[in-house]
């Protein structure tokens, strides 16, 4: 349903849509007028749609919102149309995925070199080589990238990644398979198999237990503001081009 009614947008230039306004239900909080996130944007698996911070104001000035994360925080309602206006307004998966082209092609490029440099100045030094590109590339996430850095912002860790791991692979897999010999070799490589998915897995549990800690503990001393304006029930969100974004919601306390 929801693409059939997206498909009538197909002929529609994206330049000539400024503003998009979604309503939908609020399923988990009941709020008296209308509720508006503090957060400036919200991200999709087709990157970020910003909030509009200048309409989100004027309601604001109008007496007809108040900022309040709590009913935003487990709505979907309006989360699932955002991938749609993204598409049908400008979304190019060719940008998208041109960010991470550089590790790509910069891993490709190193790594025949790696298996020279073990031979010149030995696995320890090319691994330790290749760790410090990999530090190098989270140190520039962590100082480069916001909202709405540079592509080249982008790239440049990447190109980093890419570096780190095109020198790291081969040392890697040979300080394993020169430690045993030749006839367990193949054991040697399937042991650095199971390294690298058991070292995924328990990372990804980590980063999500820690993730699930925090997101607990910043909605714990959240309370749901009773706001004075239109009593309606129902979520709302204001799209400018399907970029800049006022998501509101509404309901009736009851």
């Not at 994206?14 to 909080?29: C, D, N």
């Not at 209308?34 to 749609?49: E, K, N, R, W």
């Not at 490709?108 to 691994?127: M, N």
Request: hydrophobic residues 50%; positive net charge.
């Amino acid at each position: 349903v929801a693409a059939a009614a997206y498909r009538t947008l197909d002929h529609v230039a994206a330049a000539s849509i400024r503003h998009v306004v979604l309503l939908g239900p609020s399923h988990r909080v009941k709020v008296r007028g209308l509720a508006l996130p503090s957060c400036d944007h919200f991200s999709t698996p087709f990157g970020q749609v910003r909030v509009n911070d200048e309409g989100r104001r004027r309601l604001r000035e109008l007496g007809l919102a108040g900022i309040a994360d709590a009913p935003h925080a487990l709505e979907h309602s309006l989360e699932v149309q955002l991938p749609f206006l993204q598409s049908v307004l400008g979304y190019s998966t060719v940008e998208a995925g041109a960010a991470i082209l550089p590790a790509i092609v910069f891993m490709i490029l190193v790594a025949p070199r790696s298996a020279k440099l073990v031979e010149a100045k030995g696995a320890r030094f090319t691994l330790l080589g290749g760790y410090l590109f990999l530090l190098l590339a989270f140190l520039s996430m962590f100082l480069l990238w916001q909202e709405d850095s540079a592509y080249w912002q982008i790239g440049i860790a990447y190109a980093f990644i890419g570096v780190g791991v095109g020198l790291a692979g081969t040392p890697a897999s040979h300080s394993l398979t020169g430690s045993v010999p030749v006839r367990r070799a193949g054991m040697a490589s399937g042991t650095a198999d199971l390294q690298r998915d058991l070292g995924g897995a328990l990372l990804t549990s980590v980063f999500g237990a820690l993730l699930a800690a925090g997101y607990a503990s910043a909605m714990g001393p959240l309370a749901l503001p009773m706001l004075v304006g239109v009593a309606a029930p129902g979520l709302a969100l204001l799209a400018l081009g399907a970029k800049d974004t006022v998501r509101v919601t509404w309901g009736q306390v009851g």
